[in-house]
């Protein structure tokens, strides 16, 4: 009777020690997909940033040399990316092909200017900044006219923004459930052997003692979860880098790394807080109080 007994103990806590992993393993899974997804953005969004361009058109009597010296100290600027010199017999060839016509017959002159397009760093492609470098360019005696979409600017900016906020509340959301979710397993799992940690506590165990095993325990848990959490998403990417290559998500080692890592951060931490208060409140009950 005692052995049968034993085997339902036995088998009722590997009961309990799988739901807390698949329960942690599923939570996990979503925190890294969403974790991938906030990551990525940012890259998407900086991607499409540093496609804007600012054209600083050249007065007419500027110098091949000045040309070439403006060039070299615009490029040495923190705030850019990349500097393209377009002479106007280019940006003429260019305007023809976009027109269908050639211009130049019935004008008998070319009235475009030499100009150097300036692809600005993603943290500088903003309303207020690209004032402050139009502003900046203007003042310089070389330079005729700056130009740039501000409207497209402006709306890059405000939707980047956007995005922005509501992924992060959707973070915050997900992250409260994985919070409630795990802490919900754990205490599920704690609560089982209550009686456990009160008799050990009656033969004179300090809560010190009494806590560590299961603390130590509830975070090799999380941890296996965290390592499934981490399979499942390797699968994941795998097939969503396979039909989709442009997102460049199984290349990106820095984003995997990361998303991994806080997976097993968020592993380790929420189990050993959960593991904590649950093992604290059932020592601070009276015996009688733990049949309730």
Same mark, same amino acid.
């Given at each position: 009777?005692?052995?049968?007994?034993?085997?339902?103990?036995?088998?009722? @806590?590997?009961?309990?020690? !799988?739901?807390?992993?698949?329960? $942690?393993?599923?939570?996990?899974?979503?925190?890294?997909?969403l974790?991938?997804? @906030?990551?990525?953005?940012t890259?998407? &969004?900086?991607?499409?940033?540093?496609?804007?361009v600012?054209?600083?058109?050249?007065?007419?009597?500027?110098?091949?040399?000045?040309?070439? /010296?403006?060039?070299?100290?615009i490029?040495?600027?923190?705030?850019?990316?990349?500097?393209?010199?377009?002479?106007k %017999?280019?940006?003429?060839?260019?305007?023809?092909?976009?027109?269908?016509?050639?211009?130049?017959?019935?004008?008998?002159?070319?009235?475009?200017?030499?100009?150097?397009?300036?692809?600005? /760093?993603?943290?500088?492609?903003?309303?207020? /900044?690209?004032?402050? @470098?139009? %502003? &900046?360019? %203007?003042k *310089?005696?070389?330079?005729? %006219?700056?130009?740039?979409?501000?409207?497209?600017?402006?709306?890059?900016?405000? *939707?980047?923004?956007?995005?922005?906020?509501?992924?992060?509340?959707?973070?915050?959301?997900?992250?409260?459930?994985? $919070? !409630?979710? $795990?802490?919900?397993? +754990?205490r599920l799992?704690?609560?089982?052997? =209550?009686?456990?940690i009160?008799?050990?506590?009656?033969?004179?165990a300090?809560?010190?003692?009494? =806590?560590?095993?299961? !603390?130590?325990?509830?975070? =090799?848990?999380?941890?296996?979860?965290?390592? +499934?959490? +981490?399979?499942?998403?390797?699968?994941?990417?795998?097939?969503?880098?396979?039909?989709?290559?442009?997102?460049?998500?199984?290349t990106?080692?820095?984003?995997?790394g990361y998303?991994?890592?806080? !997976?097993?951060?968020?592993?380790?931490?929420?189990?050993? +807080?959960?593991?904590?208060? &649950?093992?604290? =409140?059932? @020592?601070?009950?009276?015996?009688?109080?733990?049949?309730?």
């Open positions: 009777m005692t052995t049968s007994f034993d085997s339902f103990q036995k088998r009722r @806590l590997q009961s309990s020690y !799988i739901s807390v992993v698949v329960s $942690i393993a599923l939570v996990l899974f979503m925190i890294g997909v974790g991938l997804v @906030l990551l990525k953005s890259k998407v &969004a900086n991607h499409f940033k540093e496609k804007v600012m054209t600083l058109f050249l007065k007419d009597e500027v110098t091949n040399e000045s040309v070439k /010296k403006l060039k070299e100290s490029q040495k600027e923190t705030f850019v990316n990349k500097v393209i010199y377009i002479p %017999e280019e940006a003429a060839k260019e305007y023809k092909k976009d027109l269908g016509e050639d211009f130049l017959q019935f004008l008998g002159d070319n009235p475009l200017k030499n100009g150097i397009d300036i692809y600005l /760093k993603a943290d500088y492609v903003t309303p207020e /900044k690209m004032t402050e @470098l139009e %502003e &900046a360019f %203007e *310089n005696k070389f330079i005729a %006219e700056v130009n740039y979409d501000k409207p497209l600017v402006q709306l890059l900016t405000k *939707n980047i923004q956007r995005i922005s906020f509501w992924l992060l509340v959707l973070s915050g959301f997900f992250g409260l459930v994985a $919070i !409630i979710l $795990i802490n919900s397993s +754990i799992s704690i609560y089982s052997k =209550r009686f456990n009160k008799t050990m506590q009656m033969v004179g300090t809560k010190s003692f009494i =806590r560590k095993p299961f !603390i130590w325990q509830s975070i =090799r848990l999380g941890l296996l979860g965290a390592f +499934i959490a +981490i399979s499942g998403l390797t699968v994941l990417i795998y097939y969503v880098d396979k039909y989709i290559p442009t997102l460049e998500l199984f990106d080692y820095v984003a995997l998303v991994a890592g806080g !997976i097993i951060l968020i592993a380790f931490f929420i189990t050993w +807080i959960s593991t904590f208060f &649950a093992t604290q =409140r059932f @020592l601070n009950l009276q015996t009688n109080d733990l049949y309730y």
